[in-house]
């Protein structure tokens, strides 16, 4: 079975269930432009694989470990569509074509890292509340860079700052799993920090937006 044309199938079933009732065969076919016949041939095969709870006539509903791979590619297709509109521009009805293609074949490693460089956002373009991964959960048991003291080594979480701000940090290295030392407190409330070979400094409320994990 086709990966793609699998993941389809469950994303699909996913968002017509989500009233909680049974995805018809023919809303599916419907939904995505396939004949019925098709369609039942699928789910009787996702059934086999115990994605999919489906009787003919009835409907599909979605196992547990179904649910569980149709969140996941929901969650790449949301912050894909997010990441394109964001930050590089793009219309939203393009961005979300795009996403459809690219979803199935990023990595989760790499969908994590572009949630992080979002600052894990909440909602997608088009106002969804985006599933949380297991990224998002470490970046909340996280601590703001302005707590940290002199002579503490951290590594970079997430930076939460506006895109424009963000831009300027990320210009100077500020990026998830990067890094960064302590080298002094400065009298106006910010940091003196050393950051791949540089030292910069910055502004208490731009130190406040920059989560991160201390290093024993």
């Known amino acids: 079975m086709r990966k793609n044309i699998a ?3 469950l994303e699909t079933i996913l968002y017509l269930t989500k009233d909680g009732g049974r995805a018809k065969t023919r809303d599916i076919a419907r939904s995505m432009d396939i004949k019925p016949p098709s369609v039942s041939e699928m789910l009787l095969k996702l059934r086999e694989e115990g994605l999919v709870d489906y009787a003919p006539y009835e409907g599909a ?6 649910r569980a791979q149709a969140l996941q590619i929901e969650r790449r297709h949301q912050l894909l569509e997010t990441f394109l ?5 793009v219309e939203l009805e393009t961005a979300h074509d795009e996403a459809c293609e690219l979803e199935h074949s ?3 490693s790499t969908v994590d890292k572009i949630c992080a460089f979002l600052g894990h956002p ?3 373009p088009d106002d969804h509340l985006i599933t949380k991964g297991e990224c998002c959960e470490k970046a909340e048991a ?3 860079l302005s707590e940290m003291n002199e002579g503490d080594e951290a590594v ?3 930076v939460t700052v506006d895109s424009s701000t963000r831009d300027y ?7 998830p799993d990067v890094l960064v030392s302590i080298k002094k407190k400065l009298p106006s409330r910010g940091l003196l920090v050393r950051i791949k070979g540089s030292e910069i400094a910055i502004g208490r409320d731009v130190a406040r937006k920059i989560m991160v994990s201390k290093v024993a």
Not at 85 to 89: I, P, S
Not at 169 to 175: K, P, Y
């Open 7 to 9: 993941e389809e199938y």
């Open 142 to 144: 996280c601590t703001p």
């Open 156 to 158: 970079i979480r997430v």
């Open 106 to 108: 990023i990595s989760e």
């Open 61 to 66: 509903l979605l196992t547990e470990p179904g």
């Open 85 to 89: 509109v964001d930050t590089l521009g």
């Open 169 to 175: 940090l990320i210009s100077l290295g500020f990026l």
């Open 122 to 124: 909440r909602y997608c």
